[in-house]
C-alpha cells in the first residue's frame, strides 16, 4: 500500500504542459501583488520569483524565448524613470545630492525644469515606480513565456471558438508578411534597385508584391479552412441563432455598463453592481446556448488538474497577501520618501510573494519541444536549411 | 464513387468554356491521373469534386456532380470535408495549425469527432505516412516533401473517400517524390480509397494510373486506360515518346514494360550516342570556397565552382540541400559569410545591385516576386530604364523567348511560363553573360519546358554560361551538359550530365533506364536512330 502514493507521484511529476489559464492566473496574481506596492525588497523578491519559475518551467519553444525582450524592457523601463526625475525636475525633498546648473526655458514652457538640483528623495521616488511599472511587465513577460498564447486562444469556450481561430490565423500572418517583405525586397535587388522615381516608387515595389501575395495567401488559406470543414455549422435554425446572438450583445453591453458605473463613483448606484451581475448572467447564458450548438470537439484538450490549481492558488494567494497586508500595515508596502531610511519589510507580505515560487518544483515539467536523437527514425530527411524566404515553395 | 453528368463550367466573364459536356464516372478505389496543359482546366476540374468549383471560386455550373450520393450544387464544400479530402499545390498555403500533430487533428475537430478516436487516428496516420518523428515540429521548419506528407496526412485522418491532390510531386526532389507516390499507392491498395491527381510531370505517375483524363483545353476531356488515352495525347512523358518512336503497341507504361521490348532497339543503335561535347570556353565565373549560413545552420559548405561560356550547369539535390543559397551568394544579393566569387575580375557583392546584375542575373524561385506592375508593357518599359539600354530591347528579348504575350496583360493573368518568359526576358534585358535559373519549371507543361529548353539553347549559343537548378531530371536531361548534385551544403559529384546522370539510380531520366546510361532523351536516340529501323 506504501508504493501507490508514490506510484501516483511520479505520475503527477510526466512532463507535460499546464493549462495555459493556469499560469495566466499565476503571472496576473503576481503582476496585482506588484501594483499594490512600491517596497522596493518586495519588488525584487517577486522578480526574483517570477525569473526563477520561468527559469525552471518554461518550454524551449520560440515563444518562450521573448522572455529575455520583457527583462530588457523592464531595464529600460526603471532606468527611464531615473533618468527623467534627472532631467525634469527632481528637488522635490531636502536631501540635495546633485547640483545641476539649470537651464532657462522661455516663458511659455514655464512648469518644465530641466535639469538643476537633484533630490535623493525624486531619484528613489522614480526608482520604485520604474520598479513597479517593471515588475508588472515582466510578470506579464512571464505569462507569455510560460503559457504558449495560442493555446490559450484554444481553450476558450466553444462559442468563442470561431473568434479564437480567426485571431490565431491574425497573428500567424504577421511572421508571414515579414517574410514576403524580406523575400520582395531581395527580389528587388535583383532587378538592380530602385531604377530611379523617389521613395513613392521604392514603397510601391515593395508593397503591392507584399499585399497580393498576402491577398493569395489569405484565399488559399480560406479556401484550405473551408474544405476540411471549417465551419461545418450543421442546421441550426436561424430563430435560434438570433436569439443566441441577441443574448450574448445584451449581455455584453450589461456587463460594459455595469463596468464602467463601478469604477466611476459618481454614476447612480443602482447601475453598477446590479447591472454588472445581471449583465454576467445573460451573457453566460448566451454563451452557454451558443456553446451547445457546437459540434466540435477539441484533440487533446488542456485539463485543469491538480497542478493548475496550485498554479492558479498560488498566484491569488501573493495577491491576497499583499492586499491583506496593505490595510493592515500600508507603510510597509509604500515605504516613506519624506524621510529617508532603508526600507522595512516585514514577514507577512514577503511570505506571501514567497508562495508564488511553489509553482516552480510542485507542478511537472513541460514536455520537451524537440525529439531527442533517439526518436527519429530512418525516415527523417534532412529538414529545409535554406530560410523559407528563398526556400518556400510559392507555386 | 464520383459521377459527373453533362457538366459544364463557364468562368464569370470568359467567352468560352473551360468545362463543357463532361461525363464521368470514377470507381471505389480508382487512382486517376489528370493531365493536361497549362491553364487547360484540371484545377478547375478537380475543384468540382467538393464543390470549391463554384462555391469558392465563382462561375457557373450546369450539370450535376455527385460524389458519394451527394450534389456539389446546393452544399458548400465543408459540408464535403468527410468525403473529399483536397490537398493544394502549396501545402505550406493550406497549413491551418503551427504543429504536425494539430494539423492532423484539425479535419477531425471540425467534424466533431471523439477525443478517442482522434488520438487513435493521428497515431496512425503518423506511422502510415511515417512522419511519427516529426510531430511536435513545427510545420514551418519542415521540408518540401516532409510538408507534402502531412499535408496528405491532414485530410487523411477524417478517413475520405476520395483524395484529390494538385500537383503533389511537383516541388519534390525525385526521391521524397517516389516517396509520396508509393504512399498515395498504398492508400488506394490498402483503405481503397479513390485518388484523382493532376501532375505535370507524368512520367513517375503513369505507372500507378489505373485510369487517365486529360483535359484538351477545349472543354472536352479525354477518359480511358493510360495507354489509350496516351496514344493520342499531344504532350507526352519521355517513355511513351520513346514508345512512339520505336513503334511500340500497346504502349509501355513503366521502365520495366519498355525495357523488356527494348531489346531490339538497343540493338539497333549500335553506336553509342554522341552528343557534342561542350566547347570549354572561357571561365565567366570563378567561386572559391563560398559560404553560406543561417545562424547556426549551414546552407552552403565551402563550395568551388567554375562557370564557362556556352556551357549549361545543371545543379540538383534534395529539398534543402543548398541549392538556392548558392545561386543567391553567386549572385552577390543574397548573404555570403566566406569565400571569393570573381566576375570578369569583380565580386558580384561588392558591386552596386545594378551593377552585379549586368555580370550575374538571377530569375529566382518565385519569379513573379520580381513583377510589380499592372502591364507587361509597363514591365518592359521599366526593365529598358533599370538597365539603361534604348526602349524596346526587353520586348524585343521576350518576343524572342516566347513571342506574342499581350502587352496589356497583367503579369499575374499570364501562364506560369509566359511569366517565367517574362522575368527571364526583363533580367536579360541588362544583358548579363551568366544566367542563373532556380527552379524554372515548376508548374510548366511539356510544351513549356521545350520552350524554356530553346531559349537555354539561344544563351548559350550566345555565349553565355547558364545554372539551372531543379529536380527535374528529364530537363537536365534535354539542356545540361555538366550537372552538379548538392547534398548538406557540398557539391558530391559534378562532371558531364551522361556521367552524372546515367550513374545514378535517383537521378537517371527514364530513357538512360531503358537503354542504359549515356542515352538521356528521346531527341538523342532520334537523331542517333539509323534511317532503316526508322
Known sequence: MTARPAARMAAYFLPRDLHPAAWWVWTLGLAVAASRTTNPWLLLTILAVVCHVVVARRPDAPWAMAFRVYVVLGVVIVSGRVLFRLVFGGAEGSTVILRLPEIPLPAWAAGIRLFGDVSAESLLGGLYDGLRLATMVICLGAGNALANPKRLLKAMPPALYEIGTAVVVALSVFPQLAESVLRVRRARRLRGGMGGGGRYRALRTVVIPVLEDALERSMHLAASMDVRGYGRAGAVPARARAATGLLMIAGLSGLCVGVYATLDGSTPRYLAFPVLTGGVLVALTGFWFAGRRVRRTRYRPDRWGLAEILVAACGVAVAAALFATSSVDPTNLNPSLTDLSWPMLSWTPLLGVLAGVLPAHLTPRPEPTVPGPTASGPTATVPGREPPAVEKAHA | ?534
Not at chain 2, 141 to 156: D, E, K, P, W, Y
Not at chain 2, 390 to 410: F, N, Y
Open chain 2, 1 to 534: 464513387m464520383i459521377r459527373l453528368k453533362d457538366v459544364g463550367f463557364w468562368y464569370h466573364g470568359q467567352a468560352d468554356p473551360v468545362l463543357t459536356g463532361v461525363d464521368l464516372t470514377v470507381g471505389e478505389g480508382e487512382l486517376v491521373l489528370v493531365a493536361g496543359r497549362t491553364g487547360a482546366g484540371k484545377s478547375t476540374l478537380l475543384g468540382l469534386l467538393n464543390g470549391l468549383v463554384p462555391h469558392f471560386t465563382g462561375g457557373h455550373l450546369e450539370g450535376t456532380v455527385e460524389v458519394g450520393g451527394l450534389t456539389t450544387g446546393t452544399r458548400p464544400p465543408r459540408e464535403f470535408a468527410h468525403l473529399v479530402g483536397m490537398v493544394g499545390q502549396d501545402p505550406l498555403a493550406g497549413f491551418v495549425t503551427d504543429t504536425v500533430e494539430e494539423e492532423l487533428a484539425y479535419g477531425m475537430e471540425q467534424l466533431g469527432l471523439r477525443p478517442q478516436v482522434m488520438r487513435r487516428r493521428v497515431e496512425e496516420t503518423l506511422d502510415l505516412l511515417g512522419i511519427a518523428d516529426l510531430r511536435r515540429r513545427a510545420l514551418r521548419t519542415l521540408s518540401g516533401g516532409q510538408q507534402q506528407r502531412v499535408a496528405i496526412g491532414s485530410v487523411l485522418t477524417v478517413h475520405p473517400q476520395v483524395l484529390v491532390l494538385d500537383e503533389p510531386t511537383s516541388a519534390l526532389d525525385p526521391t521524397a517524390a517516389e516517396e509520396v507516390l508509393a504512399t498515395l499507392a498504398r492508400l488506394v491498395e490498402d483503405l481503397g480509397t479513390t485518388v484523382v491527381m493532376a501532375e505535370h510531370r507524368m512520367e513517375r505517375v503513369i505507372p500507378f494510373a489505373d485510369r487517365m483524363l486529360y483535359v484538351r483545353g477545349d472543354g472536352g476531356v479525354a477518359d480511358g486506360a493510360p495507354p489509350d488515352v496516351l496514344r493520342d495525347m499531344p504532350i507526352a512523358p519521355p517513355i511513351v515518346a520513346l514508345g512512339r518512336l520505336a513503334g511500340w503497341d500497346p504502349l509501355p507504361m513503366s521502365v520495366r514494360d519498355a525495357r523488356r521490348r527494348a531489346r531490339p532497339l538497343r540493338e539497333a543503335l549500335a553506336s553509342r550516342p554522341r552528343r557534342a561535347d561542350p566547347v570549354p570556353g572561357e571561365t565567366l565565373l570563378r567561386g572559391e570556397g563560398v559560404v553560406v549560413r543561417y545562424g547556426p545552420a549551414v546552407a552552403v559548405r565551402g563550395v568551388d565552382l567554375d562557370l564557362r561560356a556556352g556551357g549549361v550547369l545543371a545543379l540538383m539535390g534534395r529539398n534543402g540541400s543548398g541549392k538556392s543559397s548558392l545561386l543567391w551568394a553567386l549572385q552577390g544579393s543574397g548573404p555570403r559569410q566566406g569565400g571569393t566569387v570573381d566576375v570578369a575580375g569583380a565580386d558580384p557583392k561588392r558591386l552596386p545591385d545594378g551593377e552585379a546584375r549586368k555580370r550575374v542575373g538571377l530569375v529566382p524561385q518565385s519569379a513573379g516576386d520580381l513583377l510589380y506592375l499592372e502591364h507587361v508593357a509597363d514591365e518592359c518599359r521599366a526593365a529598358d530604364l533599370e538597365s539603361g539600354v534604348p526602349a524596346g530591347s526587353c520586348r524585343e528579348l521576350l518576343d524572342r523567348i516566347a513571342p506574342g504575350i499581350d502587352p496589356a496583360a497583367h503579369p499575374r493573368d499570364l501562364s506560369e511560363g509566359q511569366r517565367l518568359a517574362l522575368v527571364l526576358a526583363v533580367q536579360l534585358t541588362a544583358s548579363p553573360r551568366v544566367m542563373l535559373l532556380d527552379e524554372p519549371t515548376r508548374g510548366l507543361d511539356y510544351d513549356a519546358k521545350t520552350a524554356l529548353a530553346a531559349a537555354i539553347g539561344g544563351l548559350t549559343a550566345e555565349g553565355r554560361a547558364v545554372v539551372v537548378a531543379t529536380h527535374d531530371v528529364e530537363f537536365v536531361a534535354a539542356v545540361a551538359d555538366r550537372v552538379a548534385v548538392m547534398a548538406e551544403g557540398e557539391i558530391v559529384s559534378d562532371g558531364p550530365a551522361a556521367d552524372v546522370l546515367g550513374g545514378s539510380p535517383a537521378f537517371a531520366p527514364q530513357t538512360a533506364k531503358i537503354l542504359g546510361p549515356g542515352w538521356l532523351t528521346v531527341a538523342d536516340v532520334d537523331a542517333a536512330l539509323p534511317e532503316a529501323v526508322r
